[in-house]
């Protein structure tokens, strides 16, 4: 069986664990949790014309590509800490449904890509609806799944993720209402595979901004990491760190990864010394990040994300175990 089939295939599930996150005292020792998401993924892939799927229709990405190198990059950016466990794909012949019940067929959506017609308005996917026809909140609950994949296209109308579940909270998009059911906190990502690996990335990064401002916002100062983390040059002069996933430690602007110029930066210190920092810094370019890559700069930015033992301030050294399950994050 090849490698990306054994992620797709069922497997027992382990034993329901607590949704309730754990208080942490202070520690230097305790190992970094590993995380595995039990994942299913619903790929919505209508038939356009006889014979051929839209993402064929399309000359669009295979989504198997897609899944295969996103789960290797968090694998390996993460050391291993953060690992996703296909439990199940969908393909669903057929448009996702609008807020509003709207349903596009094969050839009003085409014209739409080709500019004939305007994207109907509400634009919004019913995550409801969704829910409801794949008993997502049963499987969470059940601790069958841990989180969704939902893989669409342009226009499809979803949020690069969102957060749904009892105290679920911003996510890069509103909570999803009316989904305590589900006994704990859970993420539906949308991934487009009219788009890359570096866009799924993208997604995940804002993800795991929205998660870690929300594990942090109870620290002030210096005891707020994640604010220190993400000091870019243009805000903080002099100070830069790592970034966010927008805007690299000598960015200017949304995007600009491609950056030339020169600054001093303390992104080694993370990668290499973190908590115990040793004031290391040097002078970065966009050489460092894969020079406008997307993907380059994302993976480079995951890599300098604290993956070590311990806790200080109560939060765990390990950020990706937040990143990775909301049920971490104290509320």
């Known amino acids: 069986m090849s490698f990306f089939n054994s992620f797709f295939r069922r497997r027992k599930t382990s034993p ?39 993402s064929q229709f399309m000359h669009w990405n295979n989504v198997e590509d897609l899944a295969k190198g996103f789960m290797t990059d968090v694998l390996q950016t993460s050391g291993g800490l953060a690992r996703y466990q296909i439990i199940q794909r969908i393909d669903v012949d057929g448009f996702p449904a609008k807020v509003d019940g709207y349903l596009y067929d094969a050839q009003t959506y085409l014209n739409v890509l080709r500019g004939v017609n305007r994207p109907y308005i509400p634009q919004e996917a019913d995550y409801h ?6 008993n997502i909140l049963q499987l969470i609950a059940k601790h069958e799944i841990d989180e969704v ?26 909570p999803l209402k009316n989904t305590d059911a589900a006994l704990r906190r859970f993420v539906i990502m ?8 570096g ?42 760190a790592v970034g966010n996933i927008h805007f690299a430690p000598n960015s200017q602007r949304d995007y600009d990864w491609n950056n030339s110029s020169s600054v001093s930066s303390e992104s080694d210190d993370w990668l290499k010394n973190f908590p115990n920092f040793k004031g290391e810094v040097r002078t970065v370019t966009s050489n460092d990040w894969g020079n406008g890559d997307i993907r380059k700069h994302h993976v480079w930015w995951f890599r300098h994300l604290p993956k070590v033992a311990g806790r200080k301030n109560g939060i765990h050294n390990n950020w990706w175990q937040y990143i990775m399950d909301p049920n971490q994050v104290n509320t």
């Open 16 to 54: 329901p664990q607590s949704s309730q996150p754990i208080v942490a005292l202070d520690s230097s020792e305790e190992p970094p949790q590993v995380t595995v998401l039990k994942t299913l993924v619903i790929v919505y892939d209508p038939i356009v014309e006889p014979g051929k799927k839209l």
């Open 129 to 134: 609806a969704i829910i409801d026809r794949f």
């Open 149 to 174: 994949w939902v893989f669409n296209f342009p226009h499809a109308g979803f949020y690069e993720s969102i957060m749904g579940g009892p105290n679920a909270f911003w996510c890069n998009a509103p």
């Open 190 to 197: 949308g991934f487009s595979y009219e788009r890359g690996i």
């Open 199 to 240: 866009e799924m990335l993208e997604n995940m990064g804002h993800r795991a901004e929205s998660i870690l401002e929300k594990t942090f916002e109870g620290l002030i100062g210096n005891a707020n990491l994640w604010k220190r983390f993400i000091r870019y040059e243009k805000t903080a002069p002099g100070k830069a």
